[in-house]
C-alpha cells in the first residue's frame, strides 16, 4: 500500500518537512479487548487525539482501527512525538478502562486487560529503544496512579535489565490458557489485578506487524501444526515469527505476530527482507509474502487452500511515511481518510 498521488504530502516542501518530523516519531498498536461495540471503539480513538477539554491534540494522529469481532479486540494505531505519545496513549487507556469490562468479554482470542496491550515502537533515527522502553515504563506507572485497580506486566526494553520478550512475558502470566485467574498473577506495576480490568502489557520493542493467514479449513489440529512448523522457536522456523491458529469466520486463521530482528536481510535467503534503522542498528522483518508462501507450502499436502493473508496495520516505513504526512496536514482521524489516501 502507498499513498496516492494526489495527497497533499506528495510536494517536495513537504517531502523534506516531513522528514524532519518522522525522525522522533513513536508508534503504538494499542490493542483493547472491544469491536462488536465500533462506536465505543472509535470513542477510545478520538480520546487519543483530543485532550480533556475536547480539544485537538496537535502532533497526533490515528492512523488506522482495526476491528476483529470474531476476536472482539481491535488494535488502534496512534502515532505521536515521542515528547507527545504518552499522554495520547494514557488518554485512550483510560477511556477504555472506564467503557470496558472484562468480568463480561467475550471472544476467541486470548486477552488479559481491557486494555490488553500497549507497545511502542520507535519510527525515528533519532528515538531509541531505550527511549521507548522508558516512556512504556512512565506510562504504566501513570496509568496505574490515574485508574485505580489497573496493573501492567512490562516486556521488551521497559522490563529493565532484563528485556525479556512479549511472548515469554504472557506465557509467566499465564495470557495463552482459556480462563484468566487474576488472583494468580503478579503485575510489574500497580495493584493485584481486578476481574474488570484484567492486566496490561505495556513495553518497547522494534516495530512488530501482524500478518494473518487464513487458511480453508476448520481442521484446528492442522492450524496448530502449521503454527508450529513457522514458529521461530521450531526448527526450520521463521525468525521473528511469533504465532498461534485460532477459529476465526469459519476457518482457521494462522495469526502471527511478525517481530523485528537484528541485521539485515541478507541472512535469511533469497528474498530481499524489509529493512529499518533504529539507533544506528539495523533491524528486518519477514516479509508477509514469504509467511503466506510457507503457510501454502505446508497445507497443499493436505488439499487445503489459503483463502486470504491481511496485514493489521502497516508495515514500519509505511507507518512512518503516512504518519508523517497525517500530522503535517493535521489530520487527526486518519483511520477515516484511509480509504481515499491508499490507491
Known amino acids: 500500500m502507498s499513498p496516492g498521488k494526489n495527497t497533499t504530502w506528495s510536494s517536495p516542501t513537504c517531502r523534506m518537512s516531513c522528514s524532519a518530523l518522522g525522525r522522533r516519531l513513536v508508534a503504538c498498536l494499542l490493542n483493547i479487548s472491544e469491536a462488536r461495540r465500533k462506536d465505543l471503539v472509535e470513542t477510545v480513538a478520538r480520546s487519543a487525539i483530543t485532550d480533556i477539554k ?115 512475558r504472557r506465557k509467566e502470566i499465564g495470557w495463552f490458557g482459556k480462563v484468566l485467574n487474576v488472583s494468580n498473577i503478579k503485575p510489574d506495576i500497580g495493584s493485584q489485578p481486578t476481574r474488570r480490568y484484567g492486566i496490561t502489557g505495556v513495553g518497547a520493542s522494534p516495530y512488530v506487524m501482524n500478518c494473518n493467514v487464513t487458511i480453508d479449513t476448520q481442521d484446528l489440529a492442522l492450524g496448530r501444526s502449521v503454527a508450529s512448523a513457522i514458529r521461530e522457536s521450531s526448527p526450520g522456523g521463521i525468525p521473528g515469527v511469533q504465532v498461534m491458529a485460532l477459529p476465526h469466520e469459519g476457518a482457521v486463521e494462522i495469526a502471527c505476530n511478525v517481530e523485528s ?61 503516512l504518519a508523517e504526512g497525517a500530522i503535517s496536514n493535521g489530520i487527526g482521524e486518519f483511520w477515516k481518510e484511509l480509504r481515499r489516501v491508499h490507491m
Open 54 to 168: 475536547g480539544e485537538k491534540r496537535e502532533g497526533v494522529t490515528v492512523l488506522n482501527i482495526f476491528n476483529d469481532s470474531d476476536y472482539n479486540r481491535s488494535v488502534i494505531t496512534v502515532v505521536a512525538n515521542i515528547e507527545l505519545i504518552r499522554e495520547a496513549v494514557l488518554s485512550a487507556c483510560e477511556c477504555a478502562c472506564s467503557l470496558i469490562d472484562m468480568s463480561v468479554h467475550e471472544g476467541i482470542h486470548p486477552c488479559m486487560g481491557a486494555v490488553d496491550l500497549v507497545p511502542l515502537y520507535p519510527l525515528g533515527e533519532d528515538v531509541g529503544l531505550q527511549d521507548c522502553g522508558e516512556e512504556a515504563q512512565a506510562l504504566a506507572l501513570t496509568l496505574a496512579e490515574r485508574v485505580a485497580g489497573t496493573s501492567a506486566f512490562l516486556f521488551g526494553w521497559a522490563d529493565s535489565p532484563q528485556h525479556r520478550g512479549l511472548a515469554q
Open 261 to 321: 530482528v537484528h541485521g539485515s536481510s541478507s541472512s535469511h535467503g533469497e528474498e530481499q527482507w524489509p529493512n529499518v534503522s533504529i539507533g544506528g542498528q539495523t533491524f528486518c522483518h519477514a516479509p508477509a509474502s514469504l509467511i503466506t508462501a510457507r503457510v501454502a507450502e505446508l497445507i497443499k499436502h493436505h488439499g487445503v487452500a489459503i483463502k486470504g493473508t491481511a496485514l493489521v496495520g502497516f508495515t514500519p516505513r509505511e507507518c512512518r511515511r
